[in-house]
């Protein structure tokens, strides 16, 4: 049996799924219209266990990350906040994560405890004005001293940075563009030297906040290294991968409830006297959508159980790059559809297919661009990708 073909996993969406709706929901279209994130919503989830599901004891429930990722299925099907969705799942798995897999046990004691419990809320900071996908290009610098590391630098376009307190942060550490002058620190963003800069306005996800920050001379003690010395392009490595393999399932919940929908859109709407399902082109379109959900939810699944099975991302670094691209592709195609099936109701701002649609966009961009990942799964094909 395959793990999407467990009666277990329905029943934990379905259980989540109800717990998102009684609680985490609300009024989420004004909240997109305002671009409000929701701290209440935020320590709900952490009342509710979503910051401890695959966290290892004694700091987490010490779950499965198949079981995880049911519970994230329910959830993004049950609040249609797809900007509140993202931001929770990307401190899970790109923070937490990386904490529970590759830092010391002394950084997992100091730092997961609030995380888990809601009081502190932490980003991802890789990313800078002139450094994407290229980890070389990257400007912002660690100086080993006698007492710690001086960073300098600005990290950009930070998912969650404006109301973070804490950061994963990547600097060079070597002057050289080689793969072991990158390292990773755990960072407070109230130590002296580290100031916020600006907020930017998305056109989706617009519930959870993108932004940057500057570090001015600020000193990181030694023992705030990730892994070590150096070797920040593993942790750049493993953490993104989870991220590949992990935060797709914010495709999942909308398509899910988008093909609900849209089929009963199908059955009741109604012209030249006949259900719209009743047209060739409209039932093709139901038809495309199905497969496209169905064949997004196996192959989550599939790609997250190798994980628990204890296979290391490298050894299935293709079925990752697969997993995201194949997913976030399909979930824009998904709603493109979707937005035909309702037409003009669903191209107006109170309805949830156009910011569903708007939110799927960035699906393309993070944790590896399409064309990135493309270029990845061809190079482990063998071929000379540059």
Request: net charge negative.
């Amino acid at each position: 049996m395959q793990p999407w073909q467990d009666p277990e996993i329905d029943n934990l969406v379905e259980k989540y799924c109800e717990l998102a709706k009684a609680h985490l929901d609300g009024d989420a279209a004004q909240r997109d219209k305002e671009g409000d994130f929701s701290f209440e919503r935020w320590r709900k989830a952490a009342e509710l266990g979503v910051f401890s599901l695959c966290m290892p004891k004694p700091y987490g429930d010490g779950q499965s990350l198949t079981h995880t990722l049911a519970a994230f299925e329910g959830i993004t099907q049950g609040c249609r906040d797809g900007g509140l969705m993202f931001a929770l799942f990307n401190q899970v798995v790109g923070v937490q994560l990386t904490l529970a897999n590759l830092a010391s046990d002394s950084l997992k004691e100091k730092y997961l405890p609030d995380l888990i419990s809601g009081q502190s809320l932490a980003c991802y900071a890789f990313t800078e004005e002139s450094c994407g996908s290229d980890s070389f290009s990257m400007e912002t610098t660690a100086v080993e001293e006698d007492d710690g590391f001086r960073l300098n630098g600005t990290k950009s376009y930070l998912t969650n940075a404006p109301f973070s307190n804490l950061a994963i942060v990547f600097a060079k550490t070597s002057p050289k563009r080689n793969p072991f002058g990158l390292t990773a620190f755990m960072v407070d963003l109230d130590w002296p030297g580290c100031s916020k800069g600006r907020t930017f306005e998305k056109m989706g996800l617009r519930t959870v906040h993108m932004g940057e920050f500057h570090m001015d001379n600020v000193l990181v003690p030694k023992d705030h290294i990730i892994g070590v010395k150096g070797g920040g392009l593993r942790v750049l490595t493993e953490s993104t991968a989870y991220e590949r393999a992990l935060m797709t399932v914010t495709a999942l919940g909308p398509m899910r409830r988008a093909l609900d929908a849209c089929i009963e859109r199908c059955k009741t709407r109604k012209t030249y006297d006949k259900p719209i399902g009743a047209y060739q082109q409209v039932s093709t379109r139901i038809a495309n959508m199905m497969m496209r959900f169905k064949l997004c939810r196996q192959l989550q699944y599939d790609t997250v159980s190798k994980l628990d099975a204890g296979i290391h991302t490298t050894k299935i670094a293709d079925d990752i790059a697969i997993n995201k691209l194949f997913i976030t592709e399909n979930f824009t195609q998904f709603e493109m559809d979707a937005m035909q099936i309702f037409g003009v109701r669903g191209y107006l701002h109170d309805h949830f297919i156009q910011q569903d649609l708007r939110d799927s966009l960035a699906g393309g961009i993070w944790a590896g661009t399409s064309e990135t990942l493309r270029n990845t799964i061809a190079k482990l094909a063998g071929l000379p990708v540059e």
